[in-house]
């Protein structure tokens, strides 16, 4: 097939392994896998899909050695015994069905373990925690680093009886082979500590044993550091430091360097949210393509196969690392090859991903693609809509999503927005500052509606009437929620305004603003109103800023709001509004406080109108789903989520 991406997919090789094309899935963490470690069938559909996408290359997730030592969470995949090999080898099958190779990365968490699941201290090359404040491990002893050498060996071995392609060693991201690369972990004084070849003999001896067991053909890939990017951390590696390992892995005759970025110590750097710009590292990995001759694959922020094209054409790398793209669309190969990109779903870097496994310690979910993880469980669309009329009110993610799956069933899909575009509170949430793939997604949104044929029906107000005239086996309700606007003294006045109103430009607060709320919004909208030039005062009633907001994305924006030294006033709670100010409680000792302020913006939150929704309930003759915001104030992935299993079980 003819494609405009001559590069991407073009055939590559690592070593004599055939890849056709130029598209690797990195490694990502799931927590899919069984309570004993083996491939579930939720895990082995979750890469089916993907492969079914047209990837050329998958290198699945970490993927565990050891099950007494490195116990990272209940739900790794493990190649730790042989009991593990029968579920890889049908994970394994089901990839190749769809001419896609998959690797195995064999991973030790070294420090990173836990200790509360592991029932023990956690080991590493030295008594140093993954990150300050962390977990102490227990410095290994010789006899256990060739336990340790012996179990990625032996590993490697049940990859191969498996059937995978070859195997990648994880030595980056703070892990027990990046731990014993590392000057700032590794501070032992015996031949596996101290000068560089020392450092290097742990990962070393790993590669001689599974070259000795399994032959120089079998693939080796090494994911490293290029380069940690804390450099205000003492004995952290540099883009310098990566590359002197690189070019001796090289020469030690491994087949492909996959070069990541970060650590333990700024996790950003590998996994990074919508405030970077694609392409923002990949200065790290030309420097490993032009000193190197092994093919190089890296991540760079993919979010389009057009930046991937370019990334090949500029000779960044070989092969393009395509990471939470490929959880956001699993056809994001296969739609570029057609000519189809305008209908990927691009991934919008919210980090609800990382969210769930980190903060949560949840299997990982996606926002934008609620498909992820339920394959197994939802399985194929049932086409048995018939050409029926269905209505769906509302264009926010919950009835866009809705719309797709009730058309791509066969259903005769009308969706009413009683604005001028698609999108809802999306169109909101794509104007505060770094929020561009937002608009992008809703862009992508509109392109798949086009495609699946759902009539849209733009400026135009719900009715009960409206909605019986199109005669309707069924009727989805995604229309949103309103503010909440409290019932207080001053609320109405003139100095007062909603959050939407500033982000929306519709009012231009200036002087002393307060902010009341400090959700997401909230903070955005702050971040704009400092922009603007206002002095800040934000008020919470909870002990913190934030409230429900993952770390990264909480200490991202404060830094940007932190520039305009504002004043933060937690645990307090707002009890009037004056011509010159506001009344505060105290949320602790229950004292007044009076803050002088020009303006008061309202950041609250929103509240499903009701009685918009019992209208139609009690009115239409039909079954009636309600989804998203108008059930229960919540986020992307809640709408997202609701729209598409409702609307794939609906059945008139």
């Known amino acids: 097939m003819e494609t405009k991406y001559k590069k991407l ?9 055939e890849i056709k094309n130029r598209g690797v899935m990195v490694p990502m963490g799931t927590d899919f896998s069984n309570p004993d470690s083996t491939a579930s069938m939720r895990l082995i559909r979750y890469y089916e899909e993907r492969a079914a996408g047209g990837l050329g290359l998958i290198i699945n997730e970490y993927t565990g050695v050891d099950d007494v030592t490195s116990i ?33 990365q064999l991973h030790h968490a070294g420090s990173t373990s836990n200790p509360a699941l592991a029932g023990r201290q956690s080991i590493s090359c030295s008594a140093v925690p993954a990150a300050p404040g962390g977990a102490v491990p227990r410095a290994m002893t010789v006899t256990e680093i060739k336990e340790i050498e012996q179990k990625f060996v032996d590993a490697a071995v049940r990859a191969k009886k498996a059937g995978y392609d070859g195997v990648e060693l994880h030595g980056a991201h703070s892990y027990l082979i990046g731990q014993f690369l590392s000057t700032y972990y590794n501070k032992r004084t015996d031949e596996y500590g101290g000068s560089f070849d020392n450092r ?70 590998n996994c990074d949210s919508y405030s970077y710009t694609p392409g923002w590292k990949k200065h790290v990995a030309k420097a490993f393509k032009e000193r190197l001759s092994i093919p190089i694959i890296a991540t760079n922020t993919i979010k389009s196969p057009a930046f991937a094209e370019e990334l090949l054409e500029e000779g960044v790398c070989d092969f393009v690392g395509l990471g939470r793209s490929q959880m956001a669309d699993p056809q994001f190969m296969k739609k570029a090859r057609e000519g189809k990109e305008d209908e990927i779903r691009n991934c919008i870097g919210c980090m609800f991903c990382r969210e769930r496994l980190l903060l949560h310690r949840n299997s990982v979910a996606c926002a934008v693609n609620p498909r992820m993880g339920r394959e197994y469980i939802l399985g194929d669309l049932k086409e048995n809509g018939q050409g ?38 999306l169109n909101l949430a794509s104007k505060p500052p770094h929020k561009e793939l937002i608009h992008d ?40 929620a309103k503010p909440i606007v409290p019932k207080m003294e001053g609320i109405g006045g003139a100095n007062v305004c909603l959050d939407e109103e500033v982000i929306n430009k519709e009012v231009k607060p200036k002087g002393k603003v307060a902010v009341i709320g400090t959700g997401l919004t909230g903070l955005e909208t702050a971040e704009m109103l400092g922009e603007m030039g206002c002095e800040l005062t934000m008020v919470e009633m909870l002990d913190n800023a934030g409230p429900g907001i993952f770390a990264v994305i909480l200490k991202e924006i ?6 305009f030294s504002p004043k933060l006033l937690t645990s307090h709670k707002l009890i009037k509004v004056t011509e010159d100010g ?27 109108d009701k009685q918009f929704v019992e209208k139609f309930e009690n009115n239409l003759g039909c079954e009636v789903s309600v989804i998203g915001n108008a059930v229960k104030g919540g986020r992307i992935y809640n709408a997202m989520l609701d729209g598409y299993t409702k609307a794939s079980v609906f059945n008139a």
Do not use: W
């Open 9 to 17: 997919f073009e055939k590559g090789y690592i070593g004599r392994l």
């Open 72 to 104: 990272p969470t209940n739900y790794q995949l493990r190649l730790a015994q042989d009991f593990n090999i029968a579920s890889c080898e049908q994970l394994v099958e089901a990839v190749h069905r769809y001419g896609c190779c998959i690797f195995a």
């Open 200 to 269: 290097m003999r742990f990962i070393d001896e790993i590669i001689d044993g599974i070259r000795a067991t399994l032959g120089k053909n079998f693939p080796i890939s090494v994911r490293i550091n290029g380069d940690e990017m804390t450099p205000d951390v003492p004995e952290t590696m540099n883009l310098e430091d990566g590359l002197q390992i690189g070019m001796h892995l090289e020469a030690k005759g491994i087949d492909v360097l996959n070069v990541s970025n970060g650590s333990a110590l700024n996790g950003n750097a």
């Open 388 to 425: 029926r009329p269905v209505v769906v009110i509302g264009a926010g993610p919950g009835g866009m999503e809705a719309s797709v799956v009730l058309a791509k069933r066969g259903f005769q899909v009308t969706l009413i927005e009683k604005n001028d575009k698609v999108g809802g509170t």
């Open 441 to 480: 997604f809703v862009v992508s949104m509109k392109r798949q509606m086009e495609v699946a044929g759902v009539k849209v029906m733009l400026n135009t107000e719900a009715t009960v009437e409206l909605v019986k005239s199109l005669k309707p086996v069924g009727v989805f309700i995604a229309s949103g």
């Open 558 to 563: 404060m830094n940007r709001i932190n520039k």
């Open 582 to 608: 506001i009344e505060l409680e105290n949320m602790k000792d229950n004292s007044k406080v009076t803050v002088a302020v020009d303006y008061v913006v309202l950041a609250l939150g929103v509240v499903p």
